[in-house]
Nanobody, 124 residues
Framework: QVQLVESGGGLVQAGGSLRLSCAVS????????LGWFRQAPGKEREFVAT????????DYADPVKDRFTITRDDAKSTVYLQANSLKPTDTAVYYC?????????????????WGQGTQVTVSS
């Protein structure tokens, strides 16, 4: 069984930055593609960013391109989301997810395991 634990959320002013972390345990970390999703109040969960098993391929949702960066550290079995130039519209619970096979994925249905989420609130 794979477990994912997010951290790093919090309250930040517009224009600020946060780095979210997701520690993955239970299986071989490099076997998995990884992703970040978010869910704002009253909205559906949406794709944010994804990275493949060796970090060579990434993909981002249009609203976060050029502001967010996804990376992974296999030695620490951790995936990160560096979020810069934050906007109030980025306010949401952020979830990390893992998918077997190692490739990237931009849909909820692509993923097999999920964390519990970390709250990000951006004030104006």
């Amino acid at each position: 069984q794979v477990q994912l634990v997010e951290s790093g959320g919090g309250l930040v002013q517009a224009g600020g930055s946060l780095r979210l972390s997701c520690a993955v345990s239970g299986r071989v970390f490099s076997d998995y593609g990884l992703g970040w999703f978010r869910q704002a109040p009253g909205k559906e969960r949406e794709f944010v960013a994804t990275i493949d098993w060796n970090g060579r391929h990434t993909d981002y949702a249009d609203p976060v391109k050029d502001r967010f960066t996804i990376t992974r550290d296999d030695a620490k079995s951790t995936v990160y989301l560096q979020a810069n130039s934050l906007k109030p519209t980025d306010t949401a619970v952020y979830y990390c997810a893992a998918r077997r096979g190692g490739s990237t994925g931009n849909a909820i249905t692509h993923y097999d395991y999920w964390g519990q989420g970390t709250q990000v609130t951006v004030s104006s």
